[in-house]
C-alpha cells in the first residue's frame, strides 16, 4: 500500500474554491487513488476516485497529473457543510482492507 | 437499500470489562471490515471477514476478536478493556467478487467509552 501525505489542516472562506494535494511517490501502477469525507461522529463517506488525469462528480473534483505521484481534490464553492476531515488513500482494488493516515482537517474561516 | 447500521451507538464500560459491538452491512455486500479511531487520529484497520472467516488483521492484541454471520453481519468483541481502548469503532462492509473489493461503506460508528 502507498504512502500518503497531506497536509494536517486547511482553512478557507466560504464560496472559495479549495485544494487539498496528497502526494504518493510511490503509487504502484494498479493503485487507484480515493478521496474520503468524515464529519464529526460519523464514519468516513466515499468522494471520489481516478487513476489518471480528471475525474469530476456532483461533489468535488479530482485532479491526478501523468505521473500519479500525486492527487488533487478540489472542492467547489466551499461552505459550512464541507466542515470535515479529509482522507487520501491509495491502493488497489484488489487489497483486502483500506489504510487510512491522518487526513486533513478543513474547515471554514469565520 | 440500506447502509450499514451499528449498535449501540454509545456504550460506558469499566475497565477490565468485556464489550460486544454489532454491525449489520449493506445490503448486497459480503465482507465486513472493522476500525478504531481514537480522537484527533485517522481510523486504524482491526480485521475484516469474509465469509465468517477473518480474513486479515491489523496490529491489535488477541483480546480484539470478531465473528461475522451467515447473513453478514458482524460483530467485535473487545475482553479485559482498558482506558486507551476508548475510541470510535467504525464498521463498513463491502463487495468482495473475484478477488477484488468494491464499495467500501461505513457505519456511523459506536463511541466506546472504558472509564
Known amino acids: 500500500l502507498a504512502k500518503t501525505t497531506q497536509p494536517i489542516s486547511m482553512d478557507s472562506y466560504e464560496g472559495q474554491e479549495v485544494n487539498i494535494t496528497c502526494s504518493h511517490n510511490?503509487?504502484?501502477?494498479?493503485?487507484?487513488i480515493t478521496w474520503y469525507q468524515q464529519f464529526p461522529s460519523q464514519g468516513p463517506r466515499f468522494i471520489i476516485q481516478?487513476?489518471?488525469t480528471k475525474v469530476t462528480n456532483e461533489v468535488a473534483s479530482l485532479f491526478i497529473p501523468a505521473d500519479r505521484k500525486s492527487s488533487t481534490l478540489s472542492l467547489p464553492r466551499v461552505s459550512l457543510s464541507d466542515t470535515a476531515v479529509y482522507y487520501c488513500?491509495?491502493?488497489?482494488?484488489?487489497?483486502?482492507?483500506?489504510?487510512f493516515g491522518k487526513g486533513t482537517r478543513f474547515h471554514i474561516l469565520p | 437499500e440500506t447502509g450499514v447500521t451499528q449498535s449501540p451507538t454509545h456504550l460506558i464500560k469499566t475497565r477490565g470489562q468485556q464489550v460486544t459491538l454489532r454491525c449489520s452491512s449493506q445490503?448486497?455486500?459480503?465482507?465486513v471490515s472493522w476500525y478504531q479511531q481514537a480522537l484527533g487520529q485517522g481510523p486504524q484497520f482491526i480485521f475484516q471477514?469474509?465469509?465468517?472467516?477473518?480474513?486479515g488483521r491489523g496490529n491489535f492484541p488477541p483480546r480484539f476478536s470478531g465473528l461475522q454471520f451467515p447473513n453478514y453481519s458482524s460483530e467485535l468483541n473487545v475482553n479485559a478493556l482498558e482506558l486507551d481502548d476508548s475510541a470510535l469503532y467504525l464498521c463498513?462492509?463491502?463487495?468482495?467478487?473475484?478477488?477484488?473489493?468494491?464499495?467500501?461503506?461505513f457505519g456511523s460508528g459506536t463511541r466506546l467509552t472504558v472509564v
Open positions: 510511490n503509487i504502484a501502477t494498479n493503485d487507484y
Open positions: 445490503s448486497g455486500h459480503n465482507t
Open positions: 463498513a462492509s463491502s463487495l468482495a467478487v473475484s478477488g477484488a473489493n468494491y464499495g467500501y461503506t
Open positions: 488513500l491509495v491502493g488497489d482494488v484488489r487489497d483486502d482492507k483500506i489504510i
Open positions: 471477514y469474509y465469509r465468517e472467516e477473518e480474513n
Open positions: 481516478g487513476y489518471k
